[in-house]
């Protein structure tokens, strides 16, 4: 059980958390999540293995309701880590979600899940790696190519970048435009083989492939076509805006395209 916190452990030394990896800690990780998995404390990671198959269900629930941030950052038994900058991500369902495609295009729309099911899928089977450590082998994703609704929308000959923006009304991420055009970024509705679940960024999570994964925005809401790159949440506290895996961040990792 203690095997799966690796070097993702709280107080396990540097890079435990993207707040402390920049030594500038944000205003909802760093602390709060280091007190709150010391308080979960022995006892409740004594019991995890009892609670093995509902864990990603009581993590998802305790995330809507726990202030201390306890749910933040724990294994979940794939060798993900669950991250979550926000106090509370609402739910989105089918019914409820949207995806608004805009900024610098001559045709902005918003795009239902049905909508986006409904466009090309693009398959990818390939290993995320955190900037902390952590690396998943092997993790397919599905989705629409991000570039595909690029040229739905006609982006404008001023366009330079995109502005990546959630639904838990706090992350955000931002790709150039020749990144965002490369055929392993995606609008991803699928991971591990199910529509992605909410602790993974569900119903719609970004999917930059070659790129530490805090660069693959959960509960994805918007995409807005800018003039110039608007570094994201984590770009913000230090974090390389050119998240390439294994080239950016002063590390050294397996690149994993
Ligand atoms: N909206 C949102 N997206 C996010 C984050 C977040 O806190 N909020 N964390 C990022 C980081 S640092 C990582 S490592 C991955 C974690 O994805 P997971 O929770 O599915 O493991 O999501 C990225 N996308
Ligand atoms: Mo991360």
């Known amino acids: 059980m203690n095997d799966e916190y690796g070097d993702s452990r709280p107080g396990g030394g540097p890079g435990e958390d993207e707040g402390a990896a920049t030594g500038r800690k944000g205003p909802a990780v760093g602390r709060r999540v280091l007190l709150g998995t010391l308080a979960l404390g022995a006892g409740g990671l004594a019991a995890a293995p009892y609670l093995q198959s509902g864990l ?22 794939g060798g993900f880590r669950f991250y979550n900058v926000a106090a509370s991500v609402p739910t989105k369902t089918a019914a409820t979600y949207r ?36 690396r998943v082998p092997k993790v397919p994703f599905e989705g629409v190519r991000v570039s595909d609704l690029l040229d739905a929308a006609g982006v404008r000959a001023e366009g330079r970048a995109l502005r990546f923006t959630c639904f838990d009304g706090t992350y955000s991420e931002s790709l150039t435009l020749s990144q965002a055009r490369r055929d392993d970024v995606l609008v991803a509705l699928r991971m591990q083989g199910k529509p992605i679940t909410k602790d993974h960024g569900g119903p719609v999570r ?51 395209v």
């Not at 990603?56 to 038994?77: R, W």
């Not at 805090?214 to 003039?227: C, N, Q, R």
């Not at 506290?237 to 294994?246: N, P, Q």
């Open 56 to 77: 990603e269900k009581f993590l998802g629930a305790a995330s809507q309701v726990d202030p201390t941030g306890i749910s933040n950052l724990l294994p979940n038994g």
């Open 99 to 134: 995806l608004a495609v805009g900024g610098l295009v001559e045709r902005p729309r918003s795009y239902t899940l049905a909508e986006l099911k409904a466009l090309p899928q693009v398959r990818t089977d390939l290993d995320v790696q955190c900037v902390t450590g952590w």
């Open 206 to 256: 970004l999917y930059v492939a070659p790129m530490y994964f805090y660069k693959s925005a959960k509960w994805l809401s918007g995409i807005s076509v800018t003039d110039k790159v608007e570094p994201g949440y984590w770009e913000e506290y230090g974090y390389d805006v050119d998240g390439w895996v294994g080239r950016s961040n002063g590390r050294d990792d397996r690149p994993t």
